[in-house]
């Protein structure tokens, strides 16, 4: 019979302190364990995804750099990845000390086999033309395909014999035909030609003016031509003249004069000569670097 406040018994548990807290070390030693491999488990999977997500990124940017400077059909570099190789290779070098040659190709008769047997025959004449044109400079030069059938040749530290002697074994590298499928097609072609500094400093300007030499070697039918001031109808000065006339013109910078003429068995003047006269420090630099360009006995 229970009474309120009655004590009925008591029920006494002992424990160990000792034990009691070995339990709770080893209990909260394995918890930390647990806990930190769970933890590095995870900054391990994360690093690794990072680390994943970072090649795939890199190897994404190198194959888009090398597709926005390489030709998809030859493997070459295209124009700005020649561009990009000219101009490392002009910072390395001393214009005083050695001199560069860049050619321009273009392919003879390729838009009549392009336009006669199709795109797919031309695009397997192109292939064959660029291997040849590597082999024939054999890792001696820089080769780029520009667009169409244009090809560009970079050779640094080069004389002229030297840069006749490569495009002589290019064009020769075409003698035999090229076999596409049934087709036994043959092309051969034009190089022009410009050295550095000679012809210009600029890699660009060097690249216009190989291609003013081989529309030359294209129109003479002849395989290989230098460039040549007097054949560069489009030349810098030339088109500087042009524009800074027809501001003379604007600004009347013209300036009219009459010289009389003189009848030598009559004794007397019989009319008179107009002269129009353009004073522009420019002009007179101009005909001074003319008067350098032509042979000691020849008069501008």
Known sequence: VWKLNDLMGALEVIVPIEDASAFA?????????????VALAGLLMIGAFFAFDLAKTKAMTTELEYQANHDYLTSLPNRSGFEMSQQRLLNEIDFEKQSNAVMLLDLNDFKRINDTLGHEVGDSVLIESAKRIRNAVNNRAIVARLGGDEFAVMISDTTRQEATAIANEIAQ?????????????????????????????????????????????????????????????????????????????????????YQP????????????????????PFMAGYLQWRCCQLPNNAAL
């Open 25 to 37: 070390d080893t209990q909260t030693r394995d918890g930390i364990l647990i806990l930190s491999a």
């Open 261 to 280: 003429k003189l009848d030598v068995n009559r004794g007397a003047f019989c009319g008179v000569e107009a002269l129009l006269r353009w004073n522009t």
């Open 173 to 257: 590298a075409f003698d035999p035909a090229i076999l596409v499928g049934e087709y036994r097609l043959r092309t051969r072609p034009s190089v022009g030609i410009a050295m550095m500094p000679d012809d210009s400093t600029y890699a660009s300007d060097a690249l216009r003016c190989a291609d003013v030499a081989m529309y030359v070697a294209k129109r003479g039918g002849t395989d290989i031509e230098f460039y040549k001031v007097a054949e560069d109808k489009n030349q810098l000065t030339k088109l500087s003249i042009i524009s800074d006339f027809k501001t003379a013109l604007s600004k009347n910078d013209l300036e009219l004069y």
